[in-house]
């Protein structure tokens, strides 16, 4: 009977049983909420568990697995970053990067949003305060201990080091290039149980979701909301798709839809472009796209392509400029922003609320004192419950579509 189970399982339709999952944790949650007792809280948080096990098995697989991917593909590969393919994907980042900083940007002019920042409580951690910065923790992340950047999920590192590594070991011997690749299909088969699990892990994250926000912490906020939701989707939905048919000249959507059911899904559930590495590895292999481009452009991707967190960044900065008076904005200073919001965007952790933090930088070039900044964030982080995952969802699809774009056009 259980063997039936598992088989009929494991052979199922993985997104079918994620919307499952989503769909009984929402309603878990919410019957938890209403019963408002002590027991439906114990219950949920039990439940809980179950997300939390998947993320940390998530987080905790990634970094290994880009390390030993980036390591095979360059030594046994013969990887070569500076191939067509791979400069494509990283000029479709960019763009895409910097076409969604200039749409925020005149969303936010088009439908201006003022806060009432009285009585928010200011956010007390550190946020950089200069791009100069920014480029610098990148520079000092690059030449990280191996351990520790794989440690941390330092990906930039990780990234630096399995290339360096890489190219040392194309000279190996037979024996040590099939090591290396056994380790790399074991690694593999380990990320392909993890995410069979995904069901389960949603599960849990939806039911806690539900049950700790209630929908009510979210009403104040709804007009910041659609903003920031309408131009994530604009983009995901017209710009992603404009920038993929200019390139392969035939129609994109089928090829989005498909990233963003099997990526963006994921995504928007554990919020962390990181964590979702390994689903955009495996979704890479599923379209049979070249490896020696994926393996190096999708931990790239949840490094570098941040569309979502620059559309954040420059939603909320403006936000903070109309909720300040005598503050004027010139074309030349939106500009900036679009700019140093794509550059800053780059600079965020792949993790939950990530592009937060840069909030202030963009402040700064209105002078917008830190402490009104600051609590700017902490608007942030109350709407971050769907914010943060479809900004995630967006950064993530985007990984796999630009990627895939990349790859298809490379075999033309």
Not at 94 to 108: D, N
């Amino acid at each position: 009977m259980f063997a039936k189970f598992f088989n009929s399982y494991k052979d199922g339709n993985l997104i079918l049983q994620i919307v499952t999952g989503m769909m009984l944790g929402a309603i878990v949650g919410f019957v938890a909420f209403k019963t408002g007792s002590e027991s439906a809280k114990q219950i949920v948080n039990t439940i809980s568990i179950l997300g939390d096990l998947f993320v940390g098995a998530l987080k905790a697989v990634a970094p290994v697995l880009v390390f030993v991917l980036v390591l095979f593909a360059v030594s046994v590969k013969h990887v070569k970053s500076s191939s067509k393919g791979f400069k494509n994907v990283i000029t479709y980042y960019i763009i895409g990067t910097l076409g969604a900083s200039f749409i925020a940007v005149g969303a936010s002019f088009l439908f201006p949003v003022e806060l009432s920042l009285k009585g928010v409580e200011a956010v007390s951690s550190t946020a950089p305060q200069a791009l100069s910065q920014i480029l610098k923790t990148i520079l000092f992340k690059i030449v990280d201990n191996p351990i520790n950047a794989i440690a941390t999920g330092n990906y930039i590192g990780i990234l630096a080091w399995a290339i360096a590594g890489g190219i040392a070991l194309r000279q190996a011997s037979s024996e040590t290039k099939n090591f290396i690749s056994n380790i790399s299909d074991a690694t593999t088969k380990i990320v392909r149980f993890i995410i069979r699990l995904a069901p389960f892990g949603i599960f849990g994250i939806v039911a806690f979701s539900v049950y700790d926000s209630g929908g009510s912490s979210l009403l104040e906020y709804a007009k910041l909301l659609a903003v920031l939701v309408g131009v994530m989707f604009f983009v995901a939905l017209i710009i992603n798709p404009l920038i993929a048919f200019i390139a392969l000249r035939k129609n994109p959507y089928p090829l989005v839809f498909t990233c963003l059911k099997e990526s963006g899904i994921t995504a928007f559930f554990t919020r962390s472009s990181a964590a979702n590495i390994p689903v955009n590895l495996n979704l890479c292999k599923k379209l049979k796209l070249k490896e020696e481009i994926y393996s190096v452009s999708i931990p790239l991707g949840a490094a570098m392509n941040m569309a979502g967190a620059a559309i954040t960044i420059s939603v909320l900065a403006l936000a903070a400029v109309n909720s300040v008076e005598h503050v004027q904005i010139s074309f030349a200073n939106a500009f900036l922003l679009s700019v140093i919001s794509a550059v800053g965007a780059c600079g965020a952790s792949g993790v939950p609320g990530g592009s937060l933090m840069l909030i202030p930088l963009a402040c700064s070039l209105f002078n917008i004192p830190n402490d009104i900044a600051m609590q700017v964030v902490a608007v942030g982080v109350a709407i971050g419950v769907i914010q943060d995952s479809v900004e995630t969802a967006l950064n993530s699809s985007s990984d796999v579509l630009f990627t895939a774009v990349a790859s298809m056009k490379d075999e033309r």
